[in-house]
């Protein structure tokens, strides 16, 4: 008896310290989010691979989600804002991958690993 009240108390400790860490992990605060954009601009400048029409619209969509993050720094950011701002720039960072790894670029054509792992560009 003394271990079950014991453990129940331990059990709700325990799933409390892992769950969380999961949920702060996906709030960034705005000014790592500035520096994602800002870091996304560089690569988007520096992609080799890319047509002149593809690194084009890359830029417009950058410079979207730059005016949308100063849209949402005017009266502070909620959860919902800062989730927008992440999906955004991971659609534009995935286009980017997907876009400079094609294989119109000889050297990276049978560098599977490469190809398939775009978080390493973040």
């Known amino acids: 008896m003394k271990k079950l009240i014991l453990a129940a108390p331990l059990a709700?400790?325990?799933?409390?310290?892992?769950?969380?860490?999961?949920?702060a992990a996906?709030?960034?605060?705005?000014?790592q989010i500035r520096a994602e954009i800002s870091q996304l601009d560089r690569q988007v400048d520096r992609a080799k691979g890319l047509s002149r029409s593809e690194e084009k619209r890359l830029d417009r969509q950058v410079d979207q989600i730059q005016k949308l993050y100063r849209t949402y720094a005017r009266d502070g950011f909620t959860r919902s804002e800062i989730s927008v701002l992440n999906t955004r720039i991971d659609m534009v960072r995935n286009q980017l991958f997907k876009l400079s790894y094609n294989g119109n670029n000889g050297s990276h054509r049978n560098d599977r690993n490469d190809r398939n792992d775009w978080r390493k560009y973040r």
């Not at 709700?12 to 949920?23: C, E, F, N, Y």
């Not at 996906?26 to 000014?31: A, D, Q, T």
Request: proline share 11%; net charge neutral; glycine share 6%.
């Open 26 to 31: 996906n709030w960034n605060s705005p000014n």
């Open 12 to 23: 709700l400790i325990a799933g409390a310290l892992l769950t969380t860490p999961a949920s």
